[in-house]
């Protein structure tokens, strides 16, 4: 297990960027808590309207509070005929979680407390979105099936009338409730990707629509809110599969996710997972069919994916809220492209309460400061003025690029060797590797893709790339070099190395013994190297032709003078020949920014260097 390392590029796990007082999440035990209260308390006892006052309040309401709460979410819940007007004109097309978005920053312009910017103006700002989300949802789904939208009974409860304007009918008390229930357990999870795109916007001084606006848009994604729906569909794929097995054992295969399995904080299984399953097997009683076939499919569907992830990755995986949600909607009768919308119009109150605690800090000394996370540049570098501009005219793609190397060999190549001079290659990071590395970053049936060739014949740059977790800090991205090598070879700047927080030895190529290993991470899995990393040291590639007209010798060591504004003279340099080489010279890009090269320039050889004659400061 890879621990205490510095991450980038991994979704900010393990990184407190702000103060709550809103959740508790304990993963490792696997239990939540809202404003102190222990999720199951308040869904076993709680309903959403209570919750919407403990998260927008901070403490749970008492008989006139909710009552006065109730009636305020009552009053809310109507739209505007423009929306309405305007829902009935929208392609059939547009996806449900689009129209919730779009219509929410619409009725901004509907309130006239947006502009007050004030934190109790906020809250009961907060109330009408969450009176008219639900609105929205259940329109549009029957606008869609060229049904009319069927207004809100204000004698119902919250969740009650939503499966009325969904359905045209009043739900029964079991039915209203399982739902109530699934708005308590939807309605607020910490710092997940939407509740912080919700902070972040909120931080710039943004309303509270604008800041719930961009957090619909944050679940809209399939690795976010959007998983709900991809549980319902691996479970009718799974229909067609010869059984349930045979399926997790393809997706596996494939490399693909278990949608509903696993969970970026909890390491046991998800509390409201728990409570969901139960639900769910209470509802199958009451209306069996596909909601049971899918219930049990889905026990099964836990199982297989369970002893499969040991098999493959040797520790366990567990069932997160989505899984189990697919069998309860369901059994509600709830359409599958609603699912979405649906965790959208609980998870609202969680929403409005961050965007409140991020404007309106509890603590008068705490003053609201915008998020501006940094990152480190790993892209092209070419010195302290930047690039040269090259105007559009004149620049080449790959194919021309080939096809003047080409041409430099064939014709040019000769003259350069009368003078000695030897064409220079900056070798950025790069990692070669074995066959049986790969297969555990990349999975069993990848192959290496080309990108583009190198100068060397049979070798490529390669699409894959790896992550380098060092001591201090990690390196993202790097590209690996194909083809397969004997052994995994990591080479690094030493600029890297300090970033990375090792120290390896300059060696050629193949000299590994006795340096550094480290851990890569591909997008399959995670491996530690024993040894591997090193500086490469500086050589040139050249056939025995090229070898011949220069008057060099394999393995000779030698020196190279290089012309420009940072003249100077690099010694150590090994003579590299085989058959299969171009003539090149290989630097890392230290070395190359040190001495303002490019891929390109040309260097003189020096092949009667004399070290004890030499002196800089002639």
């Known amino acids: 297990m890879i621990e205490e390392h510095s991450h980038k590029s991994t979704g900010l796990r393990g990184v407190e960027v702000a103060d709550t007082n809103i959740c508790l999440i304990d993963g490792e035990r696997g239990d939540l808590f809202i404003r102190g209260y222990d999720i199951n308390d308040l869904a076993n006892n709680s309903t959403y309207e209570e919750v919407v006052y403990l998260l927008l309040y901070g403490k749970l309401p008492s008989k006139s509070q909710l009552k006065k709460l109730t009636s305020l979410i009552r009053k809310y819940q109507e ?36 502009q007050k910017q004030t934190k109790e103006a906020d809250q009961d700002i907060a109330l009408r979105i969450i009176a008219r989300l639900p609105i929205i949802v259940a329109s549009w789904e029957r606008i869609q099936n060229d049904k009319e939208p069927i207004a809100p009974n204000k004698n119902l409860s919250h969740a009650a009338n939503f499966l009325y304007m969904l359905h045209g009918i009043e739900p029964s008390k079991e039915a209203e409730r399982a739902f109530d229930i699934s708005l308590i357990l939807h309605s607020e999870h910490s710092f997940n990707a939407s509740t912080f795109t919700a902070r972040v916007i909120a931080s710039t001084g943004a309303d509270l629509y604008a800041s719930i606006s961009g957090a619909i848009g944050s679940l809209s994604g399939k690795y976010h809110g959007g998983a709900n729906y991809l549980v319902y569909k691996s479970l009718l794929d799974i229909k067609n599969a010869p059984d349930v097995k045979t399926w997790v054992k393809e997706q596996f295969k494939k490399g693909k996710r278990i949608m509903g399995m696993g969970h970026a904080v909890y390491r046991t299984m998800d509390p409201r997972a728990k409570i969901l399953k139960k639900m769910a097997l209470t509802l199958i009683k009451e209306s069996p069919g596909q909601g049971k076939w899918m219930f049990h499919t889905t026990n099964e569907m836990v199982k297989h994916t369970q002893d499969e992830f040991r098999k493959t990755k040797g520790r366990e995986i567990y069932p997160n809220v989505d899984l189990y949600g697919a069998s309860v909607y369901t059994c509600l009768n709830i359409p599958v492209d609603i699912f979405t919308p649906i965790f959208t119009s609980s998870r609202v109150a969680g929403w ?41 005219a004149e620049r080449t793609n790959n194919l021309d690029n080939q096809k ?36 555990k970053l990349f999975g069993k049936d990848r192959e290496l893709t080309s990108l583009h060739p190198l100068t060397q014949k049979t070798e490529f740059a390669c699409n894959e790339t790896v992550d380098l977790v060092g001591p201090k800090r990690a390196i993202y991205g790097v590209r690996i070099l194909g083809p397969f090598r004997k052994q995994t070879q990591v080479e690094i700047s030493r600029s890297d190395g300090y970033v990375l927080g090792i120290n390896p030895p300059t060696r050629q190529s193949g000299d590994l013994e006795g340096t550094p290993g480290i851990h890569l991470i591909g997008p399959n899995g995670a491996i530690k190297i024993k040894k591997g990393v090193i500086f490469a040291a500086r050589h040139i590639h050249m056939s025995p032709a090229d070898a011949q007209n220069l008057g060099v010798t394999d393995k000779q060591i030698l020196a190279v003078r290089f012309p420009g504004t940072r003249a100077g003279i690099l010694d150590e340099v090994m003579v590299r020949i085989k058959p299969k080489y171009s003539l090149e010279l290989h630097l890392d890009l230290d070395e190359g920014n040190a001495l303002a090269l490019n891929d390109g320039d040309l260097a003189h050889l020096i092949v009667d260097f004399d070290k004890k004659s030499f002196s800089p400061f002639r």
Do not use: W
């Open 79 to 114: 739209l505007p005929e423009v929306l309405i007007e305007q829902l009935h004109k929208t392609s059939r097309n547009t996806p449900p979680m689009s129209v919730l978005q779009s219509s929410l920053a619409l009725l901004a312009g509907y309130d006239t407390e947006v």
């Open 352 to 392: 409005a309460a961050h965007v409140i605690e991020e404007k309106y800090p509890d603590t008068p000394s705490t003053k609201p400061v915008i998020y501006r996370p940094s990152a480190d540049y790993v892209g092209r570098y070419c010195g302290p003025h930047g690039c040269t501009y090259t105007p559009i």
């Open 404 to 439: 003047l190397i080409t041409r430099f060999i064939s014709e040019e190549l000769p003259k350069v060797l009368k003078n000695n001079l030897i064409p220079v290659s900056l070798s950025a990071r790069h990692i070669h590797l074995q066959k049986e590395h790969f297969v």
